[in-house]
């Protein structure tokens, strides 16, 4: 293995800063929900604990935001430093979807969100509350067009060759937009992203019940933190299914490399294996938990259902679909498949964990219960936020892994998308760069929530106090920082 190879180094460039701004993509989408939620209780019931409640989670949606977008915009660079031949290819079909994600929605989430911040006592309150509506809405269109770019690249459609070859040319926006794989996606990936905030509030409010702190704020949010929980895992298994038909239909090696099954198989033969001691590699696991029909009723909604293994696919691709790529694969066009099979399972199983937690966390804190809920519980629930953000990364590497050796499906091979002529060196260097770099940010990231986290909203007022709306400016905290 050559250690400045280009190719290397650039994939693990955008692995790298990928994830790490895929860390704070979910909990603004979700979070920004949850805050309008609560802001949307304290209008209707003017309860004061619901605007403390608002302002503290506030505090870690903007901090969260803010590193979103720092981290966000080195995504954008690296397109034209490390993948320039991508971005030649792709850059006439990405222009649109892009253009729109950053010149519309992004400056219309942030602008709002700007109104938000300073609004509070300066808009009437109903404007106000509207604001962090439309911010919202914003991040969720926002998240729309990066999907859609994204599905290009899992599904390409509504393009045409340039007659030259070279590139693909947009030819219907209207078809690039309505991708089957992102109007998948956007539901799955939104239910992923509330879940995870779900378990950020999950998180917070039992460190400070643990503590007896701030009970009569943090038990409504443990509360809509549990259900919400439930409610997003629930919504994640149903559009994960309807994903996982789409991705049948236009990625059959993505859901052949999740199982790591080789041969073609129908009915019981097409069982999932729930666990197994190893990676599976064609020939035959030490031991396999396996789940008889359920890979094709998941694959195809039929019991008798057939699923494609590697070895056909291999071979279809090979003759008849992509013969012209099939030397510079050696006619393997599988991803890594013990990347694929463990992030699938891992996926899964991190989700259900948080869950789990949900589950327990709403049986020991029901109004029936006798007993006071014991430490140990509190400690399981602090656990929710990791699992459930342990699920939502290794279910975005399963998503692009999956999609290897293509940048861009059936189009363009990722070693064909590199820059020719930045040599590994300078790679490496920007490589090393960004990874110090975003260590200090994690830091400073991690560092501002936990202490914002454990400070905790700011205390009730005394029952006997004015109401927040009633009181001046000068009485009462106006902004969320």
Known sequence: MDLLDPLLLARWQFGLTTLYHFLFVPLTLGMALTVAIFQTTWFRTGNVK????????????????????????????QFGMNWSSYSRFVGDVFGAPLAFEGLMAFFFEATFIGLWIFGWDKLPRGLHLASIWIATIGAWFSAYFILAANAFMQNPVGYQMAQDGGRAEMADFGAVL?????????????????????????????????????????????????????????????SGDQLGLVMVQTQPMKMAAAEAMFDSACGADASFSLFSIGTPDGTGEIWSLRVPYL????????????????????????????????????????PVLWVTYWSFRWMIGLGAVAALTAVVGLWLTRKNAKREVPQWAWKLAIWAWPASLGAILVGWIFTEMGRQPWIVFGLMLTQDGVSPSVPGWTVLISLVAFTAIYAALAVVEVGLIVKTAKTGPEPLPDPDAPHPSQMSVEDTPTTVY
């Not at 903007?62 to 915009?73: E, H, K, Q, S």
């Not at 917070?204 to 038990?219: D, K, P, S, Y």
């Not at 909604?301 to 050696?330: K, R, W």
Request: charged letters at 10%; glycine letters at 8%.
């Open 295 to 334: 890979l094709a009723l998941l694959s195809t909604h039929s019991l008798d259902g057939c699923v494609e293994g590697i070895n056909d696919l291999n071979l279809e691709y090979t003759t008849t679909m992509f013969p012209q790529f099939a030397d510079q694969v050696d006619g393997n066009f599988a």
């Open 178 to 238: 309505t991708n089957p794989v992102a109007l998948a996606a956007l539901p799955h990936t939104l239910s992923a992203a509330f879940m995870m905030t779900a378990g950020v509030v999950i998180s917070v409010a039992a460190w400070h019940l643990a503590r007896g702190q701030n009970q009569e704020m943090m038990r409504p949010a443990l509360k809509y933190g549990l259900w919400g929980m439930l409610v997003s895992f629930a919504c994640v298994g149903l």
């Open 50 to 77: 619901w605007l403390h409640l608002t302002r503290f989670f506030g505090k870690i949606f903007l901090i969260n935001f803010a590193m979103g977008v720092v981290t966000g915009i080195v995504q954008e660079f």
